[in-house]
């Protein structure tokens, strides 16, 4: 029997309206296919939330107090992307308009962990910055990061001459990514890798308890440590080596940002952002202001986010993996936005919405040998 779920949309700022509107077609084609009603409500959010409250004579936010209650009485959140221009960014519209979105995001509903993949396909591999020979064993690793403790919510202060930031962790902050952690490694090639700097840190030294603890229910998941500075080597040494990564707030910005280059794209980089029953799903790339606008962006890694909404949210593992596999056939064939082709075969790009159209194209329903028309 199929599902009847109501999804928040927040399409935001720059590329996030034409990217969300190829990501809300192919959700809806996967729902029609496999007989489920999905209903997608539009919320405003960053610079576009701004603009209408001061349109509308409304004291401006970039988080609507109406978006909060939205995505409050929602079964998940897809989320496109927030921010303005580089030289723009002094604006009111502005200003700190993604610490104010997104944080405020993952503090009301407890965001607490984030899911970033990092998955080179074979087939796009010359896409990737570093040497096949590097590459050759594959890249496919799933980085867990704690969202909503740590040194960027701690203490802030200055005084005169002096400043500091407080980095705090709790067992409970810590253990929830980490079982998460586990149970992801599971389903995959079964190794944790915990990234910290035990050797200085006594956060991190919680960190490694805690793993510790946890893996005694996981006996069949391989656990190891490694330094964040090490951490970040590898990743570009050997990437084949990471399955599952977890590890905490900072470091885990630092390293899936390090990782997000190794597919060759951020159009190819979807996310995940887990609370306590309510989550997020959003592209790992920005707002793009300099292309919004012209179709041109590459509309995958929204596509994939709302597949991993699919998957966590709903627990609907065929439907994701139908949207996922159709993704990589749409890449296979060669039917690539700009940012996927060499400056010289640009001119054969395909469109924001053509390859929306495309993934759509290649969607499989359930028992079917052959795609959707």
Known sequence: ?????????????????????EAVKVTKKVAELYGHNFTFVEYKVGGAAWAAA???GETPSHLPSSTVEGCA??????????GGPVDAQAEP???????????????????ATNLRPSKVYPFLEHLCPLKPSIIGSGVDMLIIRELVGGIYFGEHKREGDKAWDVMEYTVEGIKRPMIFAFEAAMLRGKKVTVVDKANVLECSRLWREVARDVAKGYPEVELDFMYIDNACMQVIQKPSFFDVVATSNMFGDILSDAASVLPGSLGLMPSASLGDGLHMYEPSGGSAPDIAGKGVANP?????????????????ESEAAAIESACEEVLRSG????????ES???NAMSTSAVG???????RGPGSGGYSS
Not at 93 to 111: I, Q
Not at 300 to 316: G, N, T
Not at 335 to 342: A, I, N, R, S
Not at 357 to 362: L, P, Q, R
């Open 73 to 82: 009485k929602s079964d998940a959140i897809l989320f496109g992307s927030v």
């Open 335 to 342: 039917k690539l936005t700009g940012d996927l082709l060499e």
């Open 300 to 316: 995958i890694a929204q596509i994939l986010s709302a597949a991993m909404m699919l998957r966590y949210s709903f627990k609907l």
């Open 93 to 111: 519209r502005w200003k700190d308009c993604e610490k104010n979105a997104l944080l405020g995001l993952r503090k009301r509903f407890n965001l």
């Open 357 to 363: 159209d495309a993934v759509v194209s290649f969607l």
């Open 54 to 56: 001061e349109a509308a």
């Open 1 to 21: 029997m199929g599902l009847t779920k109501n999804i928040a949309v927040l399409s935001g700022d720059g590329i996030g309206p034409e990217v969300m509107a």
């Open 345 to 347: 075969k640009r001119a």
